[in-house]
């Protein structure tokens, strides 16, 4: 059972950067805060610079600190996970991971054009209150076939995301469910 938390900061136009980051290594599930949080951070900051940086060459001062990379930030996670090995060169990995926001989501670029300012936006337009981040479960199997000199380890992993009402728009409607595979070889000398 893996629990984590990591602070936030619902104020995105004040002078102090209040979230805390884990490290863009550590994975938390395949693909809520890797790929989609990420990205979405990555594009809230494209957004800041482009809509707020208009008035000259110079971006807004913080806007680099608000892509994520990968990270966990603002959020308080529960992942239990259940690994079993049928066989001593087979491992086989299930796990589910429920995550909530620690305060509110607010995207600086579409709060500010549209909300003055007033925290009241995510990235996708909907309340900035929202806080279910949402489900993923994740699947893997590897095998590690020994030989004399060097070990290969074969892994695939396949995870699903069921996102949560973070990713709301103004309407209501949810950004639809993510699927992610990754195949992997890797070679131990």
């Not at 979405?40 to 000259?56: C, H, L, T």
């Not at 049928?86 to 054009?113: F, M, Q, Y």
């Not at 300012?117 to 076939?145: C, H, K, M, R």
Request: charged share 20%; net charge negative; glycine share 12%.
């Amino acid at each position: 059972m893996e629990v984590g938390y990591a602070s936030g900061d619902s104020n995105p136009f004040d002078t102090e950067v209040k979230n805390f980051k884990f490290h863009p290594d550590f994975n938390v599930g395949m693909i809520l805060f890797e790929d989609l949080w990420g990205n979405i951070s990555s594009a809230s900051a494209y957004n800041a610079v482009n809509k707020f940086g208009e008035a000259g060459p110079v971006a807004p001062l913080g806007s680099a600190l608000l892509p994520t990379n990968g990270s966990v930030t603002n959020a308080v996670y529960v992942k239990p996970t259940v690994k079993v090995f049928p066989h001593k060169n087979l491992e086989c990995l299930l796990s589910l991971l429920w995550a909530r926001t620690a305060t509110d989501v607010v995207d600086p670029a579409i709060d500010g054009l549209f909300g003055g300012g007033a925290g009241i936006y995510n990235p996708y337009g909907g309340n900035s209150d929202n806080s279910f981040l949402g489900v993923e479960i994740d699947f893997g199997v590897q095998y590690t076939y020994e030989w004399k000199y060097f070990d290969t380890v074969l892994g695939v992993q396949y995870g699903h995301l069921f996102p949560g009402d973070v990713f709301e728009d103004v309407n209501g409607d949810r950004l639809g469910d993510i699927d992610k595979v990754q195949i992997r070889t890797t070679l131990l000398w």
